[in-house]
């Protein structure tokens, strides 16, 4: 099954960010017995015209590195266990239409768009006197004057127009002509800003408009499962005269959005969207730095997102029943909320509920020990142990490709990403930062209790562990950098299970 | 299959080197040390293979210690092996001092110079037949295996 999630706006893309995380840390989706989704690709397209959005920016190298160390680890294959599991892919890779030319990435090509003032965009100079006036009762002058290349700063109203020629682009085209029967089809945006709330919609006509449209598997697009991630307010912005986003708007506007949903996309007799996940927080995160143009947002990651990304996980793993009639037409939309476990300031594991603590406790934190180790450990490893069981892992490694986009450029991100969670409110304090002992890296989690004292977790209890599995599973078959992250993650699921408090 | 075949070997070695202590033509102990009255008692009393029993013992008691009770990732480096090594070392012969000493003086006998002589001997076989006890069971150890170097 294939997962296409199209991440609109700035919102999007760091929601995805999330999801890139959680992937990474091998969480996936799972059916309604608690078995993984077979032959699961998720396939994002973010959608915004703001390239240089610094949001859009770090999301896309992020994925393009998880698309790196994956397939150095499982190659092509959809089935995996462990770091990195979820196959992340772009439409470019999965696409089998040689005619239609697109580039490799994962940003969805809004080139007729982005280059334009909106003005240019709709021939305002070449409408006659009428349609001008009109224009400008639809349109203030500031919204007319935008370059597009910074996005809709804040104006759906112009992303309404703008992003309905998404239909007749290459990508769309390509989306259709690779979409099957049985892949899904899922949203993030948020629902107060410019591009996620316009966007959103009009993908979800389009899509389910696809009879009108010129284009392949008309009638498998028109039936898809449509899941989608509509955030409510969650972040702040500094205050400022000139600013044309303003925090006072969040509200009006997310009403105003909530009510054309409810009229177009998820009314008591709509089936245009199945499953919507509502998420939002009264407590607003830290103001973040207004800057729209050149640079583009570049907000803290937060709860919200975290949470928003296990989304589109559920949402895979919903059965088919839940989605589609017998006829394998779309079920009446549904709606999702999440809550935490505790209203708290900081949210640790404990307060997420035992529900999401049983999804990605574990795997969060085998992450987190790996990043722990690849920091603390395992350059001095070389040489010693499981490196020299085959294949071996010699000093080259550390040269690698593999080795320095998963330690440095990944790793890099993934503590980013936690420290601007960790200092956002709502405060996200899964794990101490900075704290480089493994065994007091989980916040409020410590480890098992012992004869004398408690037990330690460490760079030796590692090295152990995976000594002992890399003696019963040496093999030359494998690839170093599978048999690295497999040895590793084995060992943490030991170590975890067995050295940690249990808290599920 | 590799690994057992290192076991054999190695369990074939001591074997032989037992074998050779019986022996009156080709003595392990004497081909290395031999003076006429020393060794004649050595041979009478029936020692060397109480000897070769301790000197295999120690080996392969101290290769197992070394590989499947201390069998950690803090004393897995070269060096760890080699302190080991050198412990057997010195161990086997102070044994076979004392087993000698204790026999003689039942015996009535006195060779102060040549047990010394003797037993600086038993340095090497020991340091021996550590490396090939070590080579023969290290492979199934979890955390030493790649001692003193890698497979």
């Not at chain 1, 035992?354 to 722990?372: A, G, N, P, Q, S």
Request: with cysteine; net charge negative.
């Amino acid at each position: 099954m294939r997962l296409f999630v199209f991440a609109i706006g700035g919102t999007g893309s760091r929601v995805l960010k999330s999801l890139v995380m959680l992937s990474a840390a091998g969480v996936r989706p799972v059916d309604e017995n608690g078995h993984p989704v077979k032959d699961l690709e998720i396939v994002p397209v973010i959608i915004d015209p703001h390239k240089s959005n610094e949001d859009l920016k770090r999301t896309e190298q992020l994925l393009t590195n998880y698309r790196l160390i994956r397939s150095k680890l499982y190659g092509n294959r959809t089935e995996a266990d462990g770091f990195f599991a979820n196959r992340i892919v772009t439409l470019h890779e999965i696409m089998n239409d040689s005619a239609v030319q697109l580039n490799d990435t994962f940003v969805f090509n809004l080139s007729a768009v982005e280059h334009n003032k909106f003005r240019e965009f709709i021939g305002y100079d070449t409408m006659n006197e009428a349609n001008q006036a009109l224009t400008s009762l639809l349109f203030n002058d500031d919204q007319l004057e935008n370059k597009m290349n910074i996005g809709f700063v804040g104006s759906p109203n112009i992303g309404s127009v703008a992003l309905n020629e998404i239909k007749d682009s290459p990508e769309f085209r390509a989306f259709a002509n690779v979409f099957n029967a049985g892949d899904r089809i899922f949203f993030i945006s948020s629902i107060f800003g410019g591009t996620g709330a316009a966007g959103f919609p009009i993908m979800v006509k389009n899509i389910r408009q696809a009879a009108n449209l010129d284009i392949n598997n008309r009638d498998v697009l028109r039936r898809a499962p449509i899941g989608a991630l509509t955030v409510l307010p969650y972040f702040n912005l500094e205050l400022g005269e000139d600013h044309r986003i303003d925090k006072s708007d969040f509200i009006v506007k997310t009403q105003s959005a909530l009510y054309y949903y409810k009229e177009t996309l998820t009314g008591a007799n709509d089936s245009n969207v199945n499953a919507l996940y509502y998420l939002g927080d009264q407590q607003m995160s830290v103001p973040y730095v207004y800057d729209p143009g050149e640079h583009g947002q570049r907000n803290k990651a937060h709860m919200i997102e975290l949470i928003g990304a296990m989304a589109p996980l559920n949402f895979a793993g919903l059965p088919t029943s839940r989605l589609c009639d017998d006829s394998g037409y779309p079920q009446q939309a549904q709606a999702f909320e999440y809550a935490l476990d505790k209203d708290v300031p900081g949210v640790d594991f404990k307060a997420l509920g035992i529900d999401t603590r049983h999804f990605i406790y574990d795997k969060m934190v085998k992450l987190h020990l790996l990043f722990i180790y690849l920091n603390t450990g395992f350059k001095t490893m070389i040489g010693q142990g499981y490196t020299n069981d085959k294949p071996e892992i010699r000093t080259d490694f550390l040269n690698s490709q593999f080795y320095r986009t998963l330690s440095v450029d990944f790793m890099n991100a993934y503590k980013e990403w936690l420290g601007e969670m960790y200092h956002n409110t709502r405060r996200v304090e899964l794990f101490n930062i900075g704290e480089w002992d493994m065994g007091k890296a989980i916040h409020d989690v410590m480890t098992a209790k012992s004869i004398f004292g408690r037990k330690s977790v460490d760079n030796d209890v590692f090295k152990s562990e995976m000594n002992n599995l890399s003696r019963k599973s040496a093999s030359n078959d494998n690839q170093v950098e599978f048999k690295f992250l497999d040895l590793f993650n084995r060992a943490a699921s030991k170590i975890v299970a067995e050295r940690f408090e249990n808290i599920n | 299959m590799k690994h057992s075949i290192f076991l054999a070997i190695g369990i074939a070695i001591t074997i032989a080197f037992y074998a050779l202590s019986y022996s009156t033509g080709a003595n392990v102990f004497e081909m290395l040390y031999f003076n006429q009255g020393f060794n004649d008692q050595l041979f009478n009393l029936q020692m060397y293979p109480v000897m070769a029993a301790i000197i295999a013992l120690m080996a392969w008691g101290g290769a197992a210690v070394y590989y499947y009770v201390i069998n950690s990732v803090k004393f897995d480096r070269w060096y760890h092996w080699a302190s080991v090594l050198a412990v057997c070392t010195l161990l086997a012969p102070i044994a076979c001092y004392a087993y000698i000493d204790n026999k003689f003086a039942h015996a009535g006998l006195l060779y102060i110079d040549e047990s010394i002589h003797f037993v600086t001997q038993i340095l090497f076989i020991e340091a021996l037949l550590f490396i090939v006890a070590s080579f023969s069971i290290r492979w199934w150890s979890s955390n030493c295996r790649h001692t003193p170097f890698p497979q």
